[in-house]
């Protein structure tokens, strides 16, 4: 592991990104709830293109080309992983979150109701069919959509940053600095209410935390699939389905408990206690490539 070369990378994607949601961001000529999710869309290319500018910069070859085939023979199964798994732990985990907070529970969907009626082109549809044509879009074709964004992202984590600190730590050490880095690069936007927005307790090392852990989860999984596949694309899909699916289980919470006093404990799978089969499985995970490394 070259630390000037790593450190490097991490002052490019924090100084792009931070420097796209703090300074940039500001002076947009659009309201915060239009400009947040623009910015964040951009800005998830930003860890591919600092490997980039890295590489050309400092003169470090990278074999982009093995990394961004898709290699699916012999490997469907991981594609499938990536496609379906996150929908079933996000399912999971917010049956876990309205077992424990059953009051929060809206059988009514209030919430989608709402939305309906502020959508003149959503007339005739009702909030369960609404939320059934949504979760049929977030298994399906919203991954794949979703996953070209993802890429950037994967590229610079999976791709070339998990591969670095591996070569000097352990799989634990590893994902556990993985992990807390992703998380705190979420922090400008996250601040601005992205994710958990403003009324948590704790704000905002609340949400600091809690998408760090939630990044430890996601990236164990994916750098699992990296590492069976040789692919980054397995790491984009499931990253693009758990963008696709996460917001399922709010679509159930009564509207005004939606990201108050309990969001850093769900029902989305960020929070503590809906992440918690994702982070089980993950922990699964690196206990495999724990043991295969001491092989």
């Not at 999971?92 to 809206?106: Q, S």
């Not at 209030?110 to 007339?123: C, G």
């Not at 979760?135 to 991954?143: E, L, R, S």
């Not at 307790?201 to 990296?226: E, T």
Request: some cysteine; overall charge positive.
């Amino acid at each position: 592991m070259s630390r000037k070369k790593f450190w490097f990378y991490l002052a490019l994607v924090f100084g792009l990104s931070w420097g796209l949601w703090v300074i940039i961001l500001p002076l947009l000529p659009l309201p915060l709830n239009a400009g947040l999710p623009i910015t964040s869309a951009v800005g998830m290319y930003f860890p591919a293109l600092s490997v980039l500018l890295m590489c050309r910069i400092l003169k470090r070859q990278m074999n982009w080309r093995d990394i961004l085939k898709l290699h699916v023979r012999g490997n469907g199964i991981y594609y499938i992983i990536a496609w379906l798994l996150p929908a079933l732990l996000t399912i999971l985990g917010g049956l876990i979150y309205f077992a424990v907070f059953p009051g929060e529970f809206d059988p009514r969907l209030t919430y989608v109701a709402s939305m309906l009626a502020a959508q003149d082109t959503a007339a005739g549809i009702t909030p369960l069919q609404l939320v059934l044509i949504q979760t049929a879009q977030a298994v399906t074709i919203a991954p794949v959509i979703n996953s070209l964004l993802a890429v950037g992202e994967e590229l610079g984590w999976r791709g070339y940053m998990v591969p670095e600190l591996r070569k000097k730590y352990t799989p634990l050490q590893t994902h556990l600095l993985a992990g807390l880095i992703w998380g705190v690069w979420h922090t400008p936007i996250n601040m601005l209410g992205h994710n958990y927005g403003l009324r948590y307790p704790g704000y905002p090392w609340g949400g600091i935390l809690a998408m760090s852990v939630f990044c430890f989860s996601i990236g164990v999984i994916a750098s699992r699939l990296f590492e069976k596949t040789g692919s980054i694309w397995p790491c984009a899909l499931l990253h693009g389905a758990v963008n696709a699916i996460s917001g399922l289980p709010i679509l159930f919470q009564k509207p005004a408990l939606i990201q108050g006093r309990h969001v850093l404990l769900g029902p989305a799978p960020n929070g503590f206690l809906a992440g918690l089969p994702m982070l089980l499985l993950a922990l699964y995970y690196l206990y495999l490539m724990t043991k295969e490394a001491k092989v």
